[in-house]
């Protein structure tokens, strides 16, 4: 059974960063970050698979995706109000990195408020 456990939301300025950790006991093929605010869709933030990291374009270039052993890390910098969103990690095989349905397993979340 496939745990995920979110930490290091928190509330900071406009410029500032956060980094998040998703702390899980199996690593699926492909580890990702959505978020999500009210009244939208999860959207794709980043993924990774085999090393190799992958962003959509709103965090390309501010966050950057890595793992150490059984944690996967979103360090986030720059950070802007539109980043305001409840953060999710996800594992799985999915078909399309950026489709959230295409993961098995999801964290609770951590919200991510930028003022």
């Known amino acids: 059974h496939v745990q995920l456990v979110e930490s290091g939301g928190g509330s900071v300025q406009a410029g500032g960063s956060l980094r998040l950790s998703c702390l899980y006991n199996h690593r699926g093929n492909c580890m990702g970050w959505f978020r999500q605010v009210p009244g939208k869709e999860r959207e794709g933030v980043a993924a990774?698979?085999?090393?190799d990291a992958y962003y959509t374009d709103s965090a390309k270039g501010r966050f950057t995706i890595s793992q150490v052993k059984n944690t996967v890390y979103l360090q986030m910098n720059d950070l802007k109000p539109e980043d305001t969103a409840m953060y999710y990690c996800?594992?799985?095989?999915?078909?399309?990195?950026?489709?959230?349905?295409?993961?098995?397993?999801w964290g609770q979340g951590t919200q991510v408020t930028v003022s």
């Open positions: 990774t698979n085999e090393g």
């Open positions: 996800a594992a799985g095989l999915p078909a399309n990195a950026w489709v959230p349905s295409d993961y098995s397993y």
